[in-house]
T-cell receptor, first 113, second 113 residues
Framework: DAKTTQPPSMDCAEGRAANLPCNHSTISGNEYVYWYRQIHSQGPQYIIHGLKNNETNEMASLIITEDRKSSTLILPHATLRDTAVYYCIVRVLESGGSYIPTFGRGTSLIVHP | GAVVSQHPSWVICKSGTSVKIECRSLDFQATTMFWYRQFPKQSLMLMATSNEGSKATYEQGVEKDKFLINHASLTLSTLTVTSAHPEDSSFYIC?????????FGQGTRLTVV
């Protein structure tokens, strides 16, 4: 069963904010929300992660709803180089180091001029 | 930082030959690495988990005799595609685990002609 649901594709105008949603209605209390992106013909790149508080870094902001059943990744000023597939993943932070990264289909974001 | 490097970035080989792809963790030691395959417009599919000093664990449906994985050191894992065929043409990505996180290589584009 998929733990996250994302729209297959979105588009955004350059310079505008890109808001990418993710539903994770079955998320457990100890699971974090992670976001990666994959630019065409490159490996996945970590963007941001959070547990329940909103997070911001130099790449993006992550807004997690109070019930934690959904989240939104915000690219505040999208550029053409942000065109990529964005993956939302929920996972625990295993202290024993047993994490195996797995990916769903993600959202293909196209930023147009 | 945590940098994972793959080599080569792309390779073209003749049908029936073997191709080796290297995955190196440049600034950390990785007891566990992962190998993925990605076909056009599809998500990353985990092929195998590579553990230093032991046999790799292959996902269901992945032929271990065709996709040979060697993880002989804490910074290097190799994937050898043996007797390659055109249907093996794909984008191969490795990932190395550091503590609770995973870091990805830039991928290798394999084309079998």
């Amino acid at each position: 069963d998929a733990k996250t649901t994302q729209p297959p594709s979105m588009d955004c105008a350059e310079g505008r904010a890109a808001n990418l949603p993710c539903n994770h209605s079955t998320i457990s209390g100890n699971e974090y929300v992670y976001w990666y992106r994959q630019i065409h013909s490159q490996g996945p790149q970590y963007i941001i992660h959070g547990l329940k508080n909103n997070e911001t870094n130099e790449m993006a902001s992550l807004i997690i709803t109070e019930d934690r059943k959904s989240s939104t990744l915000i690219l505040p000023h999208a550029t053409l180089r942000d065109t990529a597939v964005y993956y939302c993943i929920v996972r625990v932070l295993e202290s024993g180091g047993s994490y195996i990264p797995t990916f769903g289909r993600g959202t293909s974001l196209i930023v147009h001029p | 930082g945590a940098v994972v490097s793959q080599h080569p970035s792309w390779v073209i080989c003749k049908s029936g030959t073997s191709v080796k792809i290297e995955c190196r963790s440049l600034d950390f030691q990785a007891t566990t690495m992962f190998w993925y395959r990605q076909f056009p417009k599809q998500s990353l599919m985990l092929m195998a988990t590579s553990n230093e000093g032991s046999k790799a664990t292959y996902e269901q449906g992945v032929e271990k005799d065709k996709f040979l994985i060697n993880h002989a050191s804490l910074t290097l894992s190799t994937l050898t595609v043996t007797s390659a065929h055109p249907e093996d043409s794909s984008f191969y990505i490795c990932s190395a685990r550091k503590s609770t996180e995973a870091f990805f290589g830039q991928g290798t584009r394999l084309t079998v002609v």
